[in-house]
């Protein structure tokens, strides 16, 4: 069973293995777990010659924890030489030129990148079933969704098919899928981790961060990809902490705000009692339960779905067939090249939210639609702001349910777009969250999302890592594998 | 938003569609309008909160919009950057004709 980082360091260290083996077994798993279309890419000669490099430079006595460390890539982040498909038609063929920041930067580290992992198409969707390759299947019950967009990193952690994988998260795509797969994935602050190579959904919200069995690993990964970044304009000059080395702090005396909003109606009972439960844990290490309210919140989903495709709209007017991607095969003129290439191209979701926020945009409907809802994400920003004088974590479910089964929702777009009512907040304000196994409901995993205070990672780890010392949800493992 | 804005009909659909470029058959654009119209219902949901004064908020606050230096640095070479595209030739990008 693939361990975890910290237990791969030590054993890479110790002479106990290679990254050659690891990245073998890796490739092993992968082929046998092919059904679950966790992967779009899997480039076994490249991930192979990178592990030989990694032996050698250990024995030559270089590399930190991460050396010779076997990952994924979610398929949004560009990697120079080999394909970048976005879960997508428009960019199927797409080799990048060049590597993302958080590519280049796990590279340095050392690690290992054996494939590139399934997502919903441009990142839009709460289910993996948009994507163009079709759905990722969820480890533990494969008619499940896996969550998205970022369920091929999730189901791929999940099956222990590789330690870690990296994610996105502009409305939940890095948590709601850690929930739906138990794991851990944690969404950094706005800013805290360089855009620049990921492609882009809605920019003011986008972030990448890492998916993991534990919130070690996940601190060692954010070590390696935060850091100020010159080419994205938003990117933070701050200095990034040694995640991992402030890990172990006591949690006597920390406020935990349990959101009231959050335990309400509407999310399923088995998820509320494994939440409930994991908050008596935490009262057992020495916390304390503080009642907090975001009243705003409620209306997060409608902001978003306002917000979210307008910045998408714009985004995604650059596939038009002439720099890159596809190009429709037959056409009369320009015009007709255009709407023909992006007809062909994008998928209906996709589709679906450029027309939403073209419609925001436009004239006429533009204050009582964008600016409305940038009215509003203000709100449920100093929602937060006010919570946080009381508290300093925020607690609550990452999903209102377990994983449901393929084909549920995808239908009904609103009844998707709901799953992320508690997710989507944190994006809207720019706050870092996570979201680790906390038990499980009907069999299926159960995450409990902690939200935290701007640039607050390093308190968010130690929280979730010592509740993973007091507990061993993140230690199971799907049956069948 | 004024009432009534959130039904979309497939004309609607249309001109959105063409705005954003994307051609739609008929089976779709009433499909579109369907679908448009209920998630304009959900987010007309946002009229329930008063914001008069609010100051709006384009992204957080705490990330700032840094400038650059106008300086060149061509990171990437044209061959490689015209290597992904569909059509090319003699170092440029080829698209129908747009000028008689």
Redesign the interface.
């Known amino acids: 069973m693939t361990p975890t980082i910290t237990k791969i360091a030590e054993d890479l260290a110790a002479g106990r293995c290679s990254s050659r083996e690891l990245v073998d077994d890796a490739l092993a798993r992968i082929a046998a777990q092919a059904p679950l279309n966790a992967f779009v890419t899997v480039d076994p000669e490249a991930a192979r010659r990178d592990a030989d490099a990694a032996d050698r430079a250990r024995r030559a006595g270089a590399g930190g924890v991460l050396a010779g460390v076997p990952i994924a890539h979610k398929d949004i982040f560009c990697t120079a030489g080999v394909k970048t498909t976005c879960g997508s038609r428009m960019l199927a063929d797409?080799?990048?030129?060049?590597d993302a920041t958080v590519v280049g930067k796990m590279k340095a580290a050392g690690c290992v990148m054996v494939g590139k992992t399934n997502m919903d198409e441009f990142a839009m969707g709460s289910s993996n079933e948009t994507s163009y390759f079709g759905p990722v299947r969820n480890p533990w019950d494969r008619d499940r969704v896996p969550g998205g967009s970022s369920g091929g990193s999730a189901a791929a952690v999940a099956a222990r098919l590789v330690p870690a994988a990296t994610g996105t998260d502009t409305g939940g795509s890095i948590r709601q899928p850690a929930a739906l797969c138990g794991i851990t994935g944690l969404k950094p602050?706005?800013?805290r981790v360089s855009r620049y190579g990921l492609i882009a959904f809605a920019s003011?919200l986008d972030q990448a961060g890492p998916m993991a069995q534990t919130a070690e690993d996940c601190a060692h990964l954010l070590s390696a990809m935060a850091g100020f970044d010159?080419r994205d304009?938003?990117?933070?000059?701050v200095p990034v902490p040694d995640y991992a080395a402030g890990l172990g702090k006591d949690l006597k005396g920390l406020r935990i705000g349990v959101v009231k909003e959050h335990f309400a109606e509407g999310v399923e009972p088995g998820v509320l009692d494994a939440l409930r439960e994991a908050l008596r844990e935490y009262e057992r290490l020495g916390a304390r339960l503080v009642d907090v309210s975001l009243p705003?919140s409620a209306?997060a989903?409608?902001?978003y779905?306002?917000l979210a495709p307008a910045e998408a709209?714009s985004n995604l007017?650059r596939y038009?067939?002439?720099?890159?991607?596809?190009?429709a095969p037959d056409?009369?003129?320009?015009?007709?090249?255009?709407?023909?290439t992006?007809?062909q191209g994008?998928g209906p979701e996709v589709?679906?939210r450029?027309?939403?926020g073209?419609?925001?945009l436009?004239a006429g409907?533009y204050d009582?639609?964008y600016?409305?809802?940038?009215?509003?994400?203000?709100?449920i920003?100093d929602d937060f702001a006010r919570a946080f004088t009381q508290c300093d974590v925020l607690a609550g479910p990452a999903s209102p349910s377990t994983a449901f089964a393929l084909g549920a929702k995808n239908t009904d777009?609103?009844s998707m777009?709901l799953n992320d009512i508690f997710t989507i907040p944190v994006n809207l304000?720019?706050l870092p969250a996570l979201s680790l196994p906390a038990g499980f409901a009907g069999g299926l995993p159960v995450g409990l999302q902690l939200i935290g205070r701007?640039?607050d990672e390093a308190r968010l780890l130690n929280v979730a890592h010592r509740f993973q010392q007091a507990t061993d949800w993140h230690a199971r493992v799907p049956a069948g594998l | 938003m004024p009432h009534g804005l959130t039904s979309l009909n497939a004309e609607d659909i249309e001109k959105v569609a063409h705005l954003a470029r994307l051609g739609l058959s008929g089976p779709e654009r009433d499909a579109y309008a369907q679908d448009l119209s209920r998630i304009l219902d959900l987010v007309s949901q946002m009229n329930a909160v008063p914001t008069d004064g609010v100051e709006p908020m384009t992204h957080p606050d705490e990330a700032g919009l840094r400038l650059r230096d106008d300086a060149v640095g061509n990171e990437i070479d044209r061959d490689r950057l015209l290597a992904v595209a569909p059509k090319t030739r003699d170092g440029l990008y080829l698209v129908p004709k747009v000028i008689e």
Do not use: W
């Open positions: 797409f080799v990048p030129p060049y602050s706005y800013g003011s010159e304009a938003t990117s933070l000059d705003n209306h989903v409608p902001c779905y306002v709209s007017a038009d067939g002439v720099r890159y991607g596809f190009r056409y009369q003129d320009l015009e007709d090249m255009y709407k023909k992006r007809s994008f589709k679906r450029i027309m939403i073209t419609y925001a436009s409907y009582a639609y600016v409305k809802a940038l009215k509003l994400r203000r709100l920003a777009p609103v777009y304000a720019g701007y640039l």
